[in-house]
T-cell receptor, first 113, second 114 residues
């Protein structure tokens, strides 16, 4: 089955700086890669996603890049703000099931004012 | 608000109790999921229902029993749980079109087994 590794597990940045979170996946047939943000006491919220036929996608301060050859994808947050502080999860949808997402272990991002 | 509502938000139960978690989605999706989220571990998929039929069951102990009476509602029936079952239980829904689509999560039920 699919295996997703996520790094780093914790990340602290100064407000205004950029943050990058990286994930690798094992199933070369995976074709869908979402990113979720989870704030304390809440469920994960989809913030951006990318399909395997696209190399990069951007939405305001958030961007995701995908390298299919290397089987890794990254989340980039620019001009970070304190409200960006949360746990971020990457996920991949493998070829075994069109429905099942495999999640990374999460990154606790702290934006210091 | 994601359109996926879970109740209760918090639940404390003894190991001999029977309780149920409820999930309702207002997005018109045809697939619903139960995930378990434990501290320091990735989200674990427990069950998948597509068009009200259970299509995946990831080796979950029988003390967890799902029920999907229609495409908008999903339940997780709990009985004789163990302390290690304490976790955040998350429900999600998506439109299952065969190639994967966005999954939306509820707020979760924080379960504590004492």
């Amino acid at each position: 089955g699919e295996n997703v590794e996520q790094h780093p597990s914790t990340l602290s940045v100064q407000e205004g700086d950029s943050a990058v979170i990286k994930c690798t996946y094992s199933d070369s047939a995976s074709n869908y890669f979402p990113w979720y943000k989870q704030e304390l006491g809440k469920g994960p919220q989809l913030i951006i996603d990318i399909r395997s036929n696209v190399g990069e996608k951007k939405d305001q301060r958030i961007a995701v890049t995908l390298n299919k050859t290397a089987k890794h994808f990254s989340l980039h947050i620019t001009e970070t703000q304190p409200e960006d502080s949360a746990v971020y999860f990457c996920a991949a949808r493998g070829s075994g099931s069109a429905r099942q997402l495999t999640f990374g272990s999460g990154t606790q991002l702290t934006v210091l004012p | 608000e994601t359109g996926v509502t879970q109740t209760p938000r918090h639940l404390v139960m003894g190991m001999t109790n029977k309780k149920s978690l409820k999930c309702e989605q207002h997005l018109g999706h045809n697939a619903m999921y139960w995930y378990k989220q434990s501290a320091k571990k990735p989200l674990e998929l427990m069950f998948v229902y597509s068009l009200e039929e259970r299509v995946e069951n990831n080796s979950v102990p029988s003390r967890f029993s799902p029920e999907c009476p229609n495409s908008s509602h999903l339940f997780l029936h709990l009985h004789t749980l163990q302390p290690e079952d304490s976790a955040l239980y998350l429900c999600a829904s998506s439109q299952d079109d065969g190639r994967g689509s966005k999954a939306f999560f509820g707020q979760g039920t924080r379960l504590t087994v004492v």
